[in-house]
């Protein structure tokens, strides 16, 4: 029955799919999903289950990014995900907030992450973030602010501890 919609599914939105192996077809189906959320997919980008985007101003993800399970983006403001990111799972990114009044006026807050950024399990990073190039991000951190190339960042909230 899975097999049949798979087919009827990618017969209807990507006609030329039925010619490469099954992984690619269900790669290339992801990637058209994720493209009618506002998710700019790169490359070679492997997003695992339990995607979860509020979709409002886009997400750009970078070729060769590796998305673990049940990652969570709310885009308020846009967020960019540099090129062979790894990215773990339970990550929340969070491109927005609020002033604290009792309108709870939007305020945007763009996220940047960098190429070549290791995110690890459970880390939540909250806008507006610039991360830089070559980061590892540790465990159960959370992340706000701006952080230079090629540091080790961790705590909550988050400090760059070393360079790499």
């Known amino acids: 029955?899975?097999?049949?919609?798979?087919?009827?599914?990618?017969?209807?939105l990507l006609p030329g799919i039925l010619l490469i192996t099954p992984y690619k077809k269900f790669l290339v189906l992801k990637?058209?999903?994720?493209?009618?959320q506002k998710v700019d997919v790169g490359k070679d980008v492997c997003v695992s289950r339990g995607f979860f985007s509020i979709s409002g101003s886009g997400i750009r993800i970078g070729e060769g990014s590796h998305i673990g399970t049940f990652f969570k983006v709310y885009d308020i403001d846009r967020i960019n995900i540099g090129k062979n990111a790894l990215i773990s799972h339970d990550v929340r990114i969070i491109s927005g907030t609020h002033i604290i009044d009792v309108e709870r006026t939007p305020v945007d807050a763009q996220v940047d992450i960098g190429d070549n950024v290791w995110i690890g399990i459970n880390v939540s990073i909250v806008g507006p973030c610039i991360i830089g190039d070559n980061c590892i991000i540790g465990a159960n951190s959370y992340v706000t602010g701006n952080f230079g190339d090629n540091l080790v960042i961790a705590g909550s909230p988050a400090k760059a501890i070393k360079e790499v």
């Open 31 to 36: 990637a058209a999903f994720l493209s009618m």
């Open 1 to 12: 029955m899975i097999r049949k919609v798979f087919v009827i599914v990618s017969r209807l």
